[in-house]
């Protein structure tokens, strides 16, 4: 369904309450790896201010074997959603994290 110009910063406002609510922390990375968005939550797990976490590159907030596991995780969710679950969860600044990784391709945008 094709929302009218006068509807999407609407709709562009509630998304954004929405994902700032949340108690998981969301990011969007681009495909090169930098990170362009993190709400509230996904802040809090960084410890560092959006200024300095925005334009970072994702795979590298995570060190040794953990970086590994991003990079790959992330290769291979081009393809389809990726989960490191609890069982396997990494250390970031010294919090337990699972991933999980959705890839949004253009086309699916501009069907929005």
Do not use: C
Not at 15 to 30: H, P
Not at 76 to 81: H, K, L, M, R
Not at 96 to 102: D, E, G, P
Request: proline fraction near 4%.
């Amino acid at each position: 369904m094709k929302k009218t110009a006068g509807e999407l910063p609407a709709v562009k406002k509630h998304l954004n309450i929405v994902l700032e609510k949340i108690s998981e922390g969301i990011i969007e990375i681009t495909p090169d790896g930098r990170i362009n968005y993190a709400n509230a939550a996904a802040l809090s797990l960084f410890n560092i201010s959006e200024e300095n976490l925005l334009g970072s590159h994702f795979v590298k907030m995570f060190s040794g074997d953990d970086r590994q596991k991003v990079f790959k995780l992330l290769r291979e969710a081009v393809e389809e959603p990726k989960t490191i679950p609890g069982d396997s969860s990494l250390t970031l600044n010294e919090h337990r994290v699972t991933l999980k990784i959705l890839s949004i391709n253009s086309d699916e945008l501009t069907r929005i």
